[in-house]
């Protein structure tokens, strides 16, 4: 199955708004895509983002459905537990769990979307005996998770002052641990609209940066419907890279 797991330099980047135009995108040339959120916190009680996505690839009840993880606290899975929470399901189940979802839907792509940064802590791994590796934390991420689901990366970062060592930083960690980065997409805000002098450069000086991994540039988008978002994908051009 075709895929792409879709993380971003920080939360609040944009994700969802990138996997839900480039859901609605497939769904309109006639691919069946399932657009799944295995990891996420702050729902309250509803799961607003994972609602979203499944409401974008046309299968609502991929939001709720069981195996994945869910907490209603605005933190960090690892964090979650620490306060008492239950802990998430290691990367690989969650893994398996959005195949078998993404097969039962009878799906031809799979979105997955990450929960935060691709760095974000699931769990420590406190069983192990053996210390992790020097450059490695101690315990999953959802980087795990992503080498897990086996897809490329699509890392969304929004278009400011900061976010070349922000995304390239974010590469560099994707490529270290050996996990395919699609492309770079570069998201316009309205803070940056007019008073940030960096966004008009930002995307060509990754280029320069960056030789194995593409770089878009979505543009402001109003409204964040499915399909405005969908249309600023398909002009980004990122919807004909992932596809080819």
């Not at 729902?43 to 609502?60: Q, S």
């Not at 194995?212 to 402001?220: Q, R």
Request: hydrophobic share 45%; glycine share 6%.
């Amino acid at each position: 199955m075709k895929g792409v797991f879709i993380t971003a330099t920080t939360t609040d980047a944009g994700k969802t708004c990138v996997a839900r135009g480039f859901a609605r995108a497939l769904a309109r040339a006639q691919v069946q895509v399932a657009a799944i959120k295995p990891v996420e916190t702050g729902c309250a009680p509803e799961p607003k983002d994972a609602t979203a996505l499944a409401n974008a690839c046309g299968i609502p009840s991929l939001a709720n459905a069981p195996g994945l993880y869910r907490e209603q606290a605005p933190v960090a899975p690892l964090t979650a537990t620490n306060r008492g929470a239950a802990p998430p399901p290691s990367a690989s189940q969650l893994a398996e769990r959005v195949r078998q979802l993404a097969i039962q839907v009878n799906a031809d792509f799979l979105i997955a979307e990450g929960a935060g940064g691709l760095l974000v802590p699931l769990s420590v791994n406190a069983r192990s005996k053996d210390p992790p590796p020097a450059t490695r934390a101690a315990g999953e991420t959802i980087a795990d998770l992503a080498a897990a689901l086996g897809m490329p990366l699509i890392i969304v970062a929004p278009n400011r002052l900061g976010v070349l060592s922000n995304a390239l930083a974010h590469w560099e960690s994707a490529r270290q641990r050996d996990l395919e980065v699609a492309g770079i997409i570069l998201v316009r805000t309205q803070n940056t609209i007019t008073n940030d002098h960096s966004v008009s450069d930002n995307a060509a000086v990754l280029r320069t940066m960056i030789r194995d991994s593409a770089v878009f540039e979505l543009p402001f988008v109003e409204p964040l419907s499915n399909d405005t978002l969908a249309n600023a994908i398909k002009q980004s051009g990122l919807l004909s890279t992932v596809l080819s």
